[in-house]
T-cell receptor, first 111, second 113 residues
Framework: DAGITQSPRYKITETGRQVTLMCHQTWSHSYMFWYRQDLGHGLRLIYYSAAADITDKGEVPDGYVVSRSKTENFPLTLESATRSQTSVYFC??????????FGPGTRLTVL | DQQVKQNSPSLSVQEGRISILNCDYTNSMFDYFLWYKKYPAEGPTFLISISSIKDKNEDGRFTVFLNKSAKHLSLHIVPSQPGDSAVYFCAASGSDSWGKLQFGAGTQVVVTP
């Protein structure tokens, strides 16, 4: 199906483990984004990408790593998970100008 | 330092009445503003947007008003329906920002029968 998908939808991990959240879009949009949603903060930008192999930091990048070897995929890796990274993570994409389209989210719990 | 603020965390409105959601911003470089709607366990979905060259944009029951001098925008929903019960996020971006969005904290709207 066309659209933007995220996997897994739910993940429980332990402090110190590496976790990768996957994001896949079928529109061939150039721009992709990762946000985290926390109560009282709305959505905050972690990393973004303007095209394959072009990525840059957002507002809250510490503890996260991204890559974008293919236009359609934009994985987000937590290299050593911490409890403060417990959150809901949203991936989004945008063709050029205009609105961003969001995936369904991944709820991550770090114990 | 939040550059987009939604000062009302919640709003309760009767079905059929008007819902008015407010949003303030501090960055004068913002030139594009959006409203997103979010249901539980789903991603945000785009609702309506406005460019800084306009002061009003309408789409069906939804109207967004922009007051640049006050750095304020509002979303009007008329008439409100039970399906409008959701969290609404205001977002903003600048022309030099690659479309990166700054979001407000959100307003939970509950439409009662």
């Amino acid at each position: 199906d066309a659209g933007i998908t995220q996997s897994p939808r739910y993940k429980i991990t332990e402090t110190g483990r590496q976790v990768t959240l996957m994001c896949h879009q079928t529109w061939s949009h150039s721009y992709m984004f990762w946000y985290r949603q926390d109560l009282g903060h709305g959505l905050r930008l972690i990393y973004y990408s303007a095209a394959a192999d072009i990525t840059d930091k957002g507002e809250v990048p510490d503890g996260y790593v991204v890559s974008r070897s293919k236009t359609e995929n934009f994985p987000l890796t937590l290299e050593s998970a911490t409890r403060s990274q417990t959150s809901v993570y949203f991936c989004a994409s945008r063709r050029g100008e205009g609105e961003q389209f969001f995936g369904p989210g991944t709820r991550l719990t770090v114990l | 330092d939040q550059q987009v603020k939604q000062n009302s965390p919640s709003l309760s409105v009767q079905e059929g009445r008007i819902s008015i959601l407010n949003c303030d911003y501090t960055n004068s470089m913002f030139d594009y503003f959006l409203w997103y709607k979010k249901y539980p366990a789903e991603g945000p979905t785009f609702l309506i947007s406005i460019s800084s060259i306009k002061d009003k944009n309408e789409d069906g029951r939804f109207t967004v008003f922009l007051n640049k001098s006050a750095k304020h925008l509002s979303l009007h929903i008329v008439p409100s329906q039970p399906g409008d019960s959701a969290v609404y996020f205001c977002a903003a971006s600048g022309s030099d920002s690659w479309g990166k969005l700054q979001f407000g904290a959100g307003t939970q709207v509950v439409v009662t029968p």
